[in-house]
């Protein structure tokens, strides 16, 4: 009976071909919908978690914020209005406490393996001594110093170096660990000491001039640095954690800096959180709570962007939803009208002995077969479409085989709850009446 | 074969009653050739659909082959009116969709013949019936006469122990009339028990046994030799 009604379903598609190509359509275009939005969506997850992993795993920076009832010199007075405030990139005059050359050791011994621990001094230095302040401008001290910050720096640009005094006295009293506690070169370490300790050095067989600065007390003087320089461009902190140095602040009353920062590179393991929540740890015991460490991820940077992507991805769940309960709604009205003309046929199958069941049987295998054809349509229009005419910013859309899975579900589901309008007609049909009316 | 016993049927609608049986109690031989008479609204169809299974009384019982209709649920229902019934009907109740032959393989599709026998009984039926020619043919591109003969190749299709024929000739000219009421005589004649419903003392001539209802109850049953 079941190939019968098979047969009798493929034989009124094929005479009906034209009043169904509307209900096909419909479906064809529906899934087609569905298909793109779901594989757009598909993508921008995929993209969503790329960037997310990038942003957890790339960069991530450790910003120390003093609690605000200890502060009570000027800087940090400045400070109590930004909350939360990453001190380190702060522009105020005070160095920020939290971490010290002692405490780089500690973390030097635990995690020597995985860590690699370098300063890195960039743009702006204030030093500030009683009544002097001095200027250092874009002094880099770290593992990159020689590979990325002298090469590019240009002869023209790099033939002066300026020093404020008090800066220079202050980093005379500087520990400048070598290659075997802290993993800094020796190389590197030298070439900071004679930019601290002479009044030139030999780059590049070119004599540079270490100048005093307290002729330039007060001024921006930028030698080294601009924003497009390609070191900066090219400085990708890979797996690497910037702390605040407290040394400085050991030393200077009151001082200023500007992206001073103590740097921690993970050598050969991947980021690991677990690693700097230690560290914090550590940090949190020795200061007593003092200050309140936080790590700052890339995702911060990416927020807005991973939240423009959400809501992308959100609003084509939504079209893919709406074009859902279309087909369902417009399939379900077709089938219902098709349903109202064909209620004396079925009236007469009844008298022939089909049960009600049956025709139930008959109408939902009619709809999933309907649905069958315009969803594998609308799938293979999708594809094609996908392949060649969809592309979305820098999204790599492509039709994903998940898909497959979903579409079949769409269709029989659809094919399913379409008939139900048409099959609780027939529930309710009393064919005794259709055939008298007749 | 079929027993009535004090059938009644009353049609309830907006706080109205109508009594359209009220205690039809008939017994019913195979081979008999039954024709039933009354005026309008006398619950002749009624009775006839209730014979055929497609309507429910209210109160008696109906006994078809030792087989309590009442007990029967709606899948057995279908199944006992697709083996044991064929319904003839005035208005023809062809599917004008469907060619000759798909008509005639509804029965049969539905009380899950195999292919190959549903191919063999059509074809032999469609030649009993003389339409062997219109295999192909929609209702629409056949005369009344000829639809009427398709209807009851349908009737027969599964070889049903009786054929309920509901003003088979209402539709029908006289001379197409003759043709389906002798036809219907030769299928009486060959063991098919035959139940008619008219309304036409000349179509009525052709059964055994005449009864005429009125007013829901059987007043006259007849027996006498048919024409």
Not at chain 1, 340 to 347: G, I, P, Q, V
Not at chain 2, 59 to 67: L, N
């Amino acid at each position: 009976m079941k190939w019968y009604i098979a047969k009798k379903i493929v034989n009124r598609i094929k005479k009906n071909l034209r009043n169904y190509f509307y209900i096909i359509l419909e479906v064809m275009i529906g899934v087609l919908l569905i298909s793109i939005f779901y594989s757009v969506r598909l993508s921008i997850n995929d993209k969503y978690i790329q960037i997310k992993d990038n942003a957890e795993n790339t960069y991530a920076k450790m910003m120390v914020t003093p609690k605000l009832t200890d502060l009570n010199h000027q800087g940090n007075t400045e400070r109590k209005h930004l909350e939360n405030s990453v001190l380190a990139t702060s522009a105020s005059n005070t160095i920020v406490p939290g971490f010290s050359m002692d405490d780089a050791r500690w973390i030097y011994n635990k995690y020597g393996d995985d860590l690699s621990l370098s300063i890195v001094a960039y743009k702006r230095i204030f030093v500030k001594t009683n009544d002097t302040v001095a200027i250092i401008e874009e002094l880099a001290v770290s593992d990159d110093f020689y590979n990325l910050y002298i090469p590019n720096r240009g002869n023209e640009l790099f033939n002066k170096i300026v020093i404020g005094e008090g800066a220079k006295s202050i980093l005379k009293d500087c520990e400048f660990y070598n290659d075997d506690n802290m993993g800094v070169s020796e190389k590197e370490i030298d070439f900071l000491r004679s930019i601290v300790l002479s009044d030139t050095i030999l780059y590049q067989d070119k004599k540079i001039s270490i100048v005093n600065s307290d002729a330039y007390i007060g001024e921006r003087i930028k030698y080294f640095i601009q924003d497009n320089n390609p070191w900066v461009k090219n400085f990708k902190p890979a797996y690497s954690v910037i702390m605040p140095i407290k040394y400085y602040s050991d030393i200077v009353s009151s001082s200023g800096t500007e992206n001073v920062y103590f740097s921690i590179k993970f050598k050969n393991t991947l980021f690991s959180p677990s690693i700097l929540f230690s560290i914090i740890e550590f940090l949190n015991d020795e200061y007593k709570g003092e200050y309140d460490y936080r790590i700052d991820t890339n995702l911060d940077r990416y927020k807005r962007e991973v939240e423009n992507i959400k809501f992308i991805s959100d609003s084509f769940i939504i079209l893919a939803g709406v074009s859902f309960i279309i087909i369902i709604c417009g399939l379900s009205g077709i089938l219902l009208i098709i349903i109202n003309k064909r209620s004396r046929e079925l009236a007469i199958c009844i008298s022939m002995g089909a049960s009600k069941k049956m025709l139930f049987f008959e109408i939902i295998m009619e709809s999933l077969a309907i649905n069958a054809i315009g969803g594998i349509s609308g799938m293979v229009f999708s594809l094609f479409i996908l392949k060649y005419f969809v592309s979305f910013k820098d999204f790599n859309i492509i039709f994903d085989y998940k898909i497959l899975t979903y579409i079949t579900f769409v269709i029989v589901l659809t094919g399913v709850l379409s008939a139900i309008p048409a099959t609780i007609k027939i529930k309710r049909m009393t064919p005794i009446q259709i055939l008298k009316s007749l | 074969m079929i027993k009535l016993s004090n059938i009644k049927k009353i049609y309830k609608g907006s706080g109205i009653e109508t009594v359209a049986l009220q205690g039809v109690s008939m017994e019913v031989k195979k081979s008999e050739f039954i024709s039933i008479m009354g005026r309008s609204g006398c619950g002749k169809s009624t009775l006839l659909n209730i014979l055929g299974c497609m309507d429910s009384y209210d109160d008696g019982e109906y006994i078809f082959d030792d087989v309590n209709v009442k007990r029967l649920n709606s899948i057995e229902l279908a199944r006992f009116r697709n083996k044991k019934i064929g319904f003839v009907f005035q208005a023809f109740n062809l599917i004008n969709e469907m060619t000759a032959f798909e008509n005639v393989e509804i029965p049969l599709g539905y009380g899950g013949v195999s292919q190959k026998l549903r191919r063999d009984r059509i074809h032999t039926l469609l030649d009993a019936v003389g339409l062997l020619d219109k295999m192909n043919s929609y209702p629409g591109q056949m005369s009344g006469g000829q639809q009427q003969r398709l209807a009851i190749a349908r009737a027969l299709a599964n070889n049903p122990e009786v054929i309920l024929a509901d003003e088979p000739t209402g539709n029908l000219d006289s001379k197409n009339g003759i043709e389906i009421m002798e036809l219907l005589c030769t299928l009486n004649n060959t063991g098919t028990t035959i139940i008619l419903v008219t309304h036409d003392n000349n179509i009525a001539s052709y059964a055994k046994r005449r009864i005429t209802l009125g007013d829901g109850i059987i007043i006259n049953d007849i027996r006498s030799d048919a024409r």
